[in-house]
């Protein structure tokens, strides 16, 4: 006899299935067989099978059966079992090589005629755990138990992630429900737990299950089929328990198929038909009433979250206008923002308390404690130089709307005295932080605090220790947070080393728990003895750099204390893009500043192997990257000027590891931001906002675009220029009326080349190119068609060692590095893009553009976070989703010689701003040279 039969149903399983029967080879117990049960599949999963039958005769053992779904192939399976144990495997997912040995003999061990493990779920991104099943390993429960005495046994549905002794199924005549396709594992295990005599439970990974979005099994339909099987089980179950007098026991799983059922209308929401919808809810009102037992609102407090109590409530006295409407708020995060209420009387409310407050005892939050609830404190600024300190960032509290009426105060505490000095803070709009921290469904808008500039000096400091404190005042009911700041939360402590101030010496103590300012009187004597220590701490961190063999930045370091004073006396612009590229707008500025006014000792940054070199070296004064010079003029320079991130792309290895030392040096240099897209896009004040970038200068392409800055990025009104982008002043010359570009952008959830052959983004274009109505078009009109796709797709296809198919002769396939995108923008007459930003620069040259967008929802949630511009309703071109719609348009444009309509080139001006005279890059010169140091 077999210790373990392991059956694997197969249907259609060819993507995943060798994954599953690998991992079976792997089995460390040796004892086992392997039934595959091909369900009638037809792709190549029977010839995958067979391979390993044929390689592994000892193991695998296939049996072929007509379609009849799961239940039926795990069946058959169970007719030809010969195993003391029966386990259930699906093909898309797998076990690790200890699996099944460690179950049976668990099982075996404990004569235990079940057996449950854990589940640990994954995708192509992540893996995580299932949260309820941590109940079940609580390591206070007894590794033997029974159903019946520990009833959170029955959470676990999956028949996966257990153990079966074979001759208890036999004897009870236990199979899966054919008659069901959602449910079938939760009847089957039901079953098995209440009538075997025990069921062993160990905390080991018995199951990894692969999460398909795109998987078409009923149990994944948006349909009301879905809910209809999912009554039938539960009906089936119920009588399971009154045929074996097991009534008293069903309130656990009733109560759990009852959350999954609510959640599951949730769920499928936005896809079910409004027919099929009030189907749903006819049958959620059939389903609570068909339970054994009903549950009273105590009874779901503890596992029934807010909505899933209102729902309950709705859904048994079959009020369907409330139902929707609620499924209406859940469905739409973004409109009904989910922070808590607070009321004048300090009683806190689940949100949907301002849409129903008829029902505040389903919608209660109890047992709050306003001086523990969790907060986040994020100093993004933080300084001390001189006696002043400069300290911006935001607060907000979890679940709790940061308003714009909150008041925010900093407060300095001495800690034997506790007197206060307080500072009134002024709120910020921090957009980004409703959107990153908050996941768009909390209202954190106004967390954020306006960068204050204090002269410690004059605060009023007696001698002695004051910690640091925020304070929050809740504008409706006066309730006072308070918040310490911690020393971790200031990563560089040299960014507050000792200072002096005529007698008065001010230290930052961040060796502390929390931020501590220790103000003392010292004498002349001490005074030099401190200066002393501080020479003597820098020696220490300059010479740590030659213990570790970093020569190269020491010596930069000494050279900038020695000549440091020589190059900043020549006014340095210095410029960068990324590390190797020269041709977005930093490029082009460059460009104009060495033709127009050589005179200005301006120098360029790129890696000394990069292609894009040969195009700039005509214009001299190059540096190459990580050089001593880079990190010379990073120090020195009184421009920094780039349209990337300088800190990212700009800032060498060595200027970083010498500001950490010296962070004061760091602020010398001015900070132009040139930018290289348009702002609103998408959400991007997480990465541009003034705190995290500290730009003194910050190019716009448009009035709108600067407010919009001045809005939600923290910049004042001198900070932001409207000039439009230097690379615009390229975008001039005839185009080619018979050729047009497309070109799409990336989608960041395509991780792998698997993935990309899979996805509806690739298979879309490529229907694209095979369109035979698009190919007789340009065949009658003698159009090339330029297929540009993006970099990230084309390197997946080059490690594939497949390159796109054109199609057409008339289609060409440009390659990445061939030409530049600039060059492309404006050889073409008509762009057919999706959300890419390069739209704009062929919109500056009223050339028309048609935004093809099907998968607009999955691109604004898992790729970027749309801005203010609504990419449905704003844009200067014709917004289609289908493929035939598409073609409509192409045509339309080639027969109407390639003219953009006169309503979107109304539009385009709200986007783009063209100088009266002159160029952009004038203009943004003469904005640079204005500066004020």
Same mark, same amino acid.
């Given at each position: 006899m077999k210790?373990?039969?392991? &059956?694997? *149903?197969?249907?259609?399983a060819e993507k995943y299935v060798v994954e599953c029967l690998d991992s079976l080879v792997e089995q460390s117990l040796e004892n086992i067989e392997v039934l595959l049960i091909?369900?009638?599949? $037809?792709?190549?999963?029977?010839?995958?099978?067979?391979?390993?039958?044929?390689?592994?005769?000892?193991?695998?053992?296939?049996?072929?059966?007509?379609?009849? /779904?799961? +239940?039926?192939?795990?069946?058959?399976g169970l007719t030809v079992a010969t195993g003391e144990y029966v386990a259930f495997l699906d093909p898309d997912d797998y076990v690790l090589p200890n699996t099944y040995r460690v179950m049976y003999l668990k099982s075996r061990n404990t004569q235990s005629d079940t057996f449950i493990g854990n589940i640990r779920c994954f995708n192509t991104t992540r893996t995580w755990g299932i949260p309820y099943m941590a109940?079940?390993?609580? @390591? #206070?429960? *007894?590794e033997v138990r029974h159903i019946k005495t520990n009833p959170e046994l029955g959470l676990s549905a999956s028949s996966c992630n257990k153990l079966f002794k074979r001759n208890f199924l036999e004897r009870h005549h236990i199979q899966f429900d054919e008659e069901i396709s959602v449910g079938e594992d939760l009847l089957f295990t039901q079953q098995c737990l209440y009538l075997s005599n025990h069921t062993c439970v160990a905390n080991i990974n018995s199951l990894n299950y692969r999460v398909i979005q795109s998987e078409a099994s009923l149990s994944k339909r948006e349909d009301v089929r879905f809910f209809v099987h999912h009554y039938k089980a539960v009906q089936k179950l119920k009588a399971f328990y009154l045929a074996n007098h097991l009534e008293q026991y069903s309130h656990t799983v009733? %109560?759990?198929?009852? %959350?999954?059922?609510?959640?599951s209308i949730t769920l499928r929401y936005k896809k079910l038909s409004k027919q099929d919808l009030d189907a749903v809810l006819d049958i959620g009102w059939e389903f609570y009433n068909s339970f054994i037992h009903s549950f009273t609102l105590d009874e779901l407090v503890e596992e029934f979250n807010h909505y899933e109590r209102l729902a309950h409530e709705f859904l048994r006295k079959k009020q369907k206008n409330d139902m929707l409407f609620l499924l209406e708020i859940m469905s739409t *995060? #973004? $409109?009904? @923002?989910?922070?808590?209420i607070l009321t004048e009387k300090r009683e806190v409310y689940n949100f949907l308390y301002a849409h129903f407050p008829k029902y505040r005892r389903y919608l209660h939050v109890s047992n709050v404690n306003f001086k523990k609830i969790p907060s986040v404190l994020k100093v993004e600024t933080f300084f001390v130089y001189d006696g002043m300190l400069t300290i911006g960032g935001y607060l907000f509290h979890h679940g709790y709307k940061a308003g714009e009426r909150d008041k925010k105060q900093l407060i300095f505490r001495n800690t034997e005295t506790k007197k206060e000095v307080v500072i009134d803070l002024e709120n910020e709009l921090r957009t980004d932080v409703s959107n990153y921290n908050g996941a768009r469904v909390q209202d954190y808008d106004y967390s954020g605090f306006k960068t204050k500039q204090l002269h410690l000096c004059r605060l009023g400091l007696s001698n002695g220790f004051w910690e640091m404190i925020f304070v929050v005042e809740k504008d409706v009911n006066k309730i006072r947070l308070e918040r310490k &700041?911690?020393?971790?939360? &200031?990563?560089? @402590?040299?960014? +507050?080393k000792r200072n002096m101030i005529g007698s008065l010496q001010i230290d930052t103590l961040l060796n502390r728990k929390h931020v501590t300012i220790k103000v003392s009187d010292v004498t002349l004597l001490t005074r030099v003895k401190n200066k002393l220590i501080t020479y003597r701490n820098n020696w220490k961190q300059e010479w740590s750099l030659v213990c570790k063999k970093q020569y190269k930045t020491w010596w930069t370091l000494w050279m900038y204390k020695i000549m440091g004073t020589f190059y900043k006396k020549k006014d340095i612009w210095f410029i960068g893009e990324r590390n190797d590229t020269a041709q977005d707008n930093s490029y082009h500025m460059f460009k104009y500043i060495r033709t127009k006014h050589p005179h200005i000792p301006c120098y360029y940054v790129i890696d000394k192997d990069a292609e894009d070199r040969k195009q700039i070296e005509q214009y001299g004064n190059l540096v190459y990257s990580n050089t001593i010079k880079h990190t010379l003029f990073l120090l020195t320079a009184s421009k920094i000027i780039n349209s990337y991130s300088d800190k990212v792309f700009m800032h060498s290895k060595a200027y970083k590891d010498i500001v950490c030392i010296y962070p004061e040096w760091s602020r010398y240099s001015q900070n132009i931001f040139l930018q290289h897209g348009i702002i609103g896009v998408s959400r991007v004040n997480h990465v541009l906002h003034?705190?995290? $970038?500290?730009?003194?200068?910050?190019? +716009?392409?448009?009035? /709108?675009? %600067?407010?919009?800055?001045? @809005?939600?990025?923290?910049?004042?009104? #001198? #900070?932001? %220029?409207v000039t439009g982008l230097a690379r615009w002043d390229n975008l001039k010359g005839e185009c080619n009326k018979r050729e047009m570009l497309i070109m799409p952008t990336w989608r960041a959830w395509i991780k792998d080349e698997e993935s990309l052959l899979e996805s509806e983004y690739f298979q879309r274009l490529q229907s694209l190119l095979h369109n035979k109505e698009l190919h007789a078009l340009i065949e009658r009109y003698h159009i090339t068609i330029n297929f540009y796709l993006h970099y990230e797709a084309q390197r997946l296809l080059a490690k594939l060692g497949i390159s796109l198919d054109a199609a057409h002769s008339h289609i060409h396939v440009i390659q990445k590095d061939s030409i530049s995108v600039q060059q492309l923008l404006k050889n073409n007459a008509l762009l057919v893009t999706d959300y890419s930003t390069v739209s704009f620069d062929f919109a500056y040259m009223q050339k028309p553009v048609i935004f093809y967008q099907f998968d607009y929802d999955l691109f604004f949630s898992k790729h970027y976070r749309e801005g203010i511009i609504n990419h449905r309703t704003d844009l200067f071109g014709k917004v289609v989703e289908t493929e035939d719609d598409l073609v409509a348009k192409i045509t339309y444009y080639v027969t109407n010689n390639m003219k953009m309509e006169a309503e979107y080139k109304e539009k385009t001006k709200q986007f783009v701003m063209k100088p009266t005279s002159g160029t952009h890059c004038e203009l943004i010169f003469n904005e640079i040279k204005n500066m004020d140091r």
């Open positions: 210790s373990v039969s392991v &059956i694997v *149903p197969i249907y259609n091909n369900d009638g599949s $037809t792709d190549n999963s029977q010839t995958i099978a067979e391979e390993y039958v044929t390689n592994h005769p000892h193991l695998f053992q296939l049996i072929n059966k007509e379609n009849g /779904g799961v +239940a039926s192939a795990r069946n058959r109940k079940l390993f609580d @390591k #206070e429960l *007894p009733e %109560k759990a198929q009852w %959350k999954f059922f609510i959640n *995060p #973004e $409109t009904y @923002k989910r922070s808590n &700041i911690q020393s971790k939360l &200031i990563e560089n @402590k040299n960014v +507050a003034k705190n995290k $970038t500290n730009y003194d200068m910050f190019i +716009a392409s448009s009035k /709108g675009e %600067k407010n919009h800055l001045l @809005k939600e990025y923290g910049y004042k009104e #001198e #900070e932001v %220029k």
